[in-house]
């Protein structure tokens, strides 16, 4: 008897222990892991000078001191207010389009970058610098990239009618070409070293 009354107890005190393990065990549902942002590096292309682009056909400089990633944004100077441009009546509205080209063996634009058209306005009283938002186009850097502007419509050009920042200084730190339109030749661009601009990516 004193046999079998031990029994349950010890068979009551294990399903009582077990009961209250349940109890206290913690249990995981759905959990979100978020991961980190991913780290955004930029490159700035400048000089101790400007040199005032007229910007009448196609412009593109070589964007070589960035990692590959993302594009996330790009800005240039326009409609400068200095460097002898004293009369500021004479700039227009005009619309532009950036443009991405990739790299040849050479360091010559090879083929455009296909993506939505990415094109800007901008107004004849703006002048200053202009940060375009170009993380929607998902343009992925591989290490070189040619990025530019061109003008779209370009008709009745007067000169200096727009102008955008350019490098002077030393010519050999710079790539840069232009072409007069879209199926025209590339020339290397020997009066400016290239387009004044900063470039953000994010990091892959």
Known sequence: MKSLILILALSFFTITSAQDFTKDT????????KRSKKRVVSTKLSSFCSYICDLRSEHVTLVDKLPEGFLKSVSFKFNSRGMGMGDYKHYQTTTVEILFYEVNANNTPGERINHSPAVLKVDKDFHGKMVIDVSKLNIKNQGKI?????????????????????????????????????????YRDKSMPGLKMTVKLEQL
Do not use: M
């Open 26 to 33: 913690i249990q995981l549902n759905n959990v979100d892991i």
């Open 146 to 186: 040619f990025i530019g502007l061109r003008r779209v419509n370009p008709a009745n050009i007067k000169k200096y009618d727009f102008v955008v920042d350019g490098i002077c200084g030393p010519k050999e730190e710079y790539t840069s070409y232009f072409r007069a339109n879209d199926s025209g030749k590339w």
